[in-house]
């Protein structure tokens, strides 16, 4: 008899057969069944067998098919007849729980299709399989409400929300949507909302109603770098107007060198401070464009939000009509969300890694063409070792002072044992959610 190379204790194994690509085992269920499954009535008679395949875990790079000769009863009392159960094997699938198991973590970072040639399975199997694993997973696995809460979006054929922990430099959502249904729904379930300080989101008025909804205690910052980033576009709007006036060749050195413009005027060399001095010399709207640039993002340099509406003041002044409709846009936010955009210079909270976070998040999509949003978000949220943790353990307790005499020893002794013993607190787990520094590693590693 061939040996056991399932390592399944409950079969036992009657033959092999293999070739270049698979492993055909045959087997049968070791422990015969002595009750029946409908009225568990005992000494049931043998009715028959059948053959069933499932598949198992791969082994030495070829694919696992068992072959079990199953048998078939029926009772003697109720008459009705049944299968012998399967040990080990998924109720919903002809696989063992094994390779169902070793399937969804798999799915977690590889390709569906390679899966699936590994398996010898189809895609869709992997699908399910991976489904039901990230339900179990959404079940099982608790993110810590963060207490400085990020909001922002990313392009994943349409808008898609994203919820972060600031502190923490973690993901713990990724929403379906960015609509204010969406957000409110996300935030009605979560445990702990109470908790959170402060929210920091760009300028989409759904996430603001949502916030104010659901969390009114907590104090709402528009994010820095969405304001900044409208100055970097009113500059490149002044930039492309020159495209029609400009030769072929200048058009495209002006499109190669618009990297020194967007650059702050402080961190240039002195090759690109050359390049740049050039252009904005030969052309003064671009110049002051580029100014006007500079000049908002010492804005942020305010030490107050005294301070920084003073500077705005005076920035606006400084707009020519030649360049104003280029601002407009900046300018209106400004107006329309300076309590939010002002509340930084109280709590200087930031959502600035985001913008790494959504770099990832296209990276993977482009990687993974054809996947689902739910199979996206269960790749970023649940990567096998991206959690960032924390064991919190319970509070040093001084140990029981020594009893002054033998006399009140015996006393101490004699309470101890009428009473009983009381266990040290456990230690507690948090988890942060998917650390995005451990997102990149793992992506850069060809892991996910």
């Not at 422990?31 to 409908?38: D, G, K, L, M, N």
């Not at 002044?238 to 050195?253: D, I, N």
């Amino acid at each position: 008899m061939p040996a056991n190379i399932l390592n399944l204790p409950s079969y036992a194994v009657t033959a092999l057969q293999e070739n270049d690509h698979d492993y055909h085992v045959d087997a049968e269920v070791r422990q015969a069944v002595t009750h029946c499954v409908h009225c568990k009535a005992g000494n049931p008679q043998g009715f028959g067998r059948r053959e069933q395949m499932v598949k198992d875990l791969p082994m030495h790079g070829k694919r696992v098919g068992i072959y079990v000769n199953t048998r078939r009863y029926r009772c003697r009392e109720c008459t009705k007849t049944f299968y012998e159960p399967l040990p080990d094997t998924d109720e919903k699938r002809a696989m063992t729980t094994r390779l169902v198991a070793w399937m969804g973590k798999q799915a977690v970072r590889r390709t569906f299709a390679s899966i699936a040639e590994e398996v010898g399975c189809t895609e869709f199997t992997v699908r399910a399989v991976f489904s039901d694993y990230v339900n179990e997973l959404e079940r099982t696995i608790r993110f810590e409400t963060p207490k400085w809460m990020g909001i922002d979006e990313i392009h994943l054929i349409k808008p898609r929300g994203v919820i972060t922990n600031i502190q923490n430099n973690t993901v713990v959502e990724l929403l379906h949507n960015r609509n204010k249904e969406t957000v409110i729904k996300y935030l009605a379930g979560l445990q702990g909302k109470e908790s959170i300080q402060y929210v920091a989101m760009d300028m989409w008025q759904p996430y603001k109603d949502a916030i104010e909804l659901m969390l009114p205690k907590a104090k709402i910052i528009i994010d820095k770098f969405h304001v900044v980033k409208m100055a970097n576009e009113a500059m490149e709007r002044v930039r492309k107007s020159y495209r029609e006036s400009l030769t072929p060749k200048q058009r495209r050195g002006l499109m190669h060198d618009r990297f020194v413009m967007l650059k702050r005027e402080h961190d240039l060399n002195d090759e690109e401070a050359l390049k740049l001095s050039g252009w904005l010399r030969n052309y003064p709207e671009l110049g002051m464009a580029y100014r006007l640039k500079e000049d908002f993002f010492k804005i942020y340099d305010a030490k107050t939000k005294e301070e920084a509406l003073r500077r705005f003041a005076a920035w606006e002044i400084a707009v020519m009509p030649d360049v104003r409709d280029a601002f407009q846009d900046l300018i209106r936010a400004w107006r329309n969300w300076q309590p939010y955009i002002l509340a930084y210079f109280d709590h200087p909270v930031t959502n600035a890694y985001t913008e790494s976070l959504n770099n990832l998040i296209r990276v993977m999509n482009r990687l993974g063409r054809g996947y689902s949003f739910e199979a996206l978000r269960a790749k970023i949220l649940f990567s096998e070792g991206a959690f960032k943790k924390q064991t919190i353990r319970p509070k040093f307790e001084r140990r029981r002072e020594p009893m002054a005499t033998r006399n009140f020893e015996m006393a101490y002794m004699c309470l101890e044992r009428a009473m009983p013993h009381q266990p040290s607190e456990p230690a507690r787990e948090i988890n942060f959610g998917a650390d995005i520094s451990t997102l990149t590693r793992l992506i850069e590693a060809g892991e996910i």
